[in-house]
């Protein structure tokens, strides 16, 4: 089984809808994080966690919100969907602390927004 | 902003050939990654080298780090068809994160 999971792969939504995206895993690591990817831009932090407690905005996080329910969920929610979110979302994992901090990304979600 | 920028955007080589991919970062960092992303799926971890490291190899991957310049290489030796992907540099700084900002890519191309 894939360490990293997200739920679903591919959305298709409409303006103005609430949307939820799943993240689990299985690795055991504190740390995880959500981003999205538009082409031409790379990867774009959106939030992260830290631990269960400990949320953080990240670079882009308006229309965007996060629930981490256990160390090992972690959903990202849009509330009101709209068009400029269709994108390639990915979860994220890594190690706390200040060691190496690998990350290990999930199979992504391909969300269009119509 | 993006902590990391590659360059080239696009490569094209033949099969057989050494394909070298530059990461330009603007701020101290405490290591530096390389990923590699196959089309439309998630990014893998290849290598990370940290600041106080200057070159690491991992099989047919060789990676440099040069602090003065804030600057990293990717070099892909004898690449095959399979290495053709997006590679992407993520910069790690400090400040106690250390939470990965990742360039736009650079997109390989192996002719077979």
């Known amino acids: 089984d894939a360490d990293v999971t997200q739920t679903p792969r591919n959305r298709i939504t409409k303006t103005g809808k609430r949307i939820m995206l799943e993240c689990s895993q299985t690795?055991?690591?504190?740390?995880m994080y959500w981003y999205r990817q538009d082409p031409g831009l790379g990867l774009r932090l959106i939030y992260y966690?830290?631990?269960?407690?400990?949320?953080n905005k990240g670079e882009i996080s308006d229309g965007y919100s996060v629930s981490r329910q256990a160390q090992a969920k972690f959903s990202l929610s849009l509330e009101s969907a709209i068009p400029n979110q269709t994108a390639l979302y990915f979860c994220?994992?890594?190690?706390?602390?200040?060691?190496?901090?690998?990350?290990?990304f999930g199979p992504g979600t391909r969300l269009t927004v119509l | 902003s993006q902590q990391g920028e590659e360059d080239p955007q696009a490569l094209s080589i033949q099969e057989g050939e050494n394909a070298t991919m530059n990461c330009s970062y603007k701020?101290?960092?405490?290591?530096l990654q390389w990923y590699r992303q196959n089309s439309g799926r998630g990014l893998v971890h290849l290598i990370l080298?940290?600041?106080?490291?200057r070159e690491k190899h991992s099989g047919r991957l060789r990676v440099t780090l040069d602090t003065s310049k804030k600057s990293s290489s990717l070099l892909i030796t004898a690449s095959r068809a399979a290495d053709t992907a997006s590679y992407f540099c993520?910069?790690?700084?400090?400040?106690?994160?250390?939470?990965?900002?990742f360039g736009r890519g650079t997109s390989l191309i192996v002719h077979p």
């Open positions: 966690s830290f631990d269960v407690k400990d949320i």
């Open positions: 994220a994992t890594s190690f706390g602390g200040f060691g190496d901090n690998e990350q290990f």
């Open positions: 690795k055991g690591h504190d740390r």
């Open positions: 993520a910069a790690a700084g400090g400040g106690g994160s250390y939470i990965p900002t």
């Open positions: 080298i940290r600041s106080n490291e």
């Open positions: 701020t101290s960092i405490n290591n």
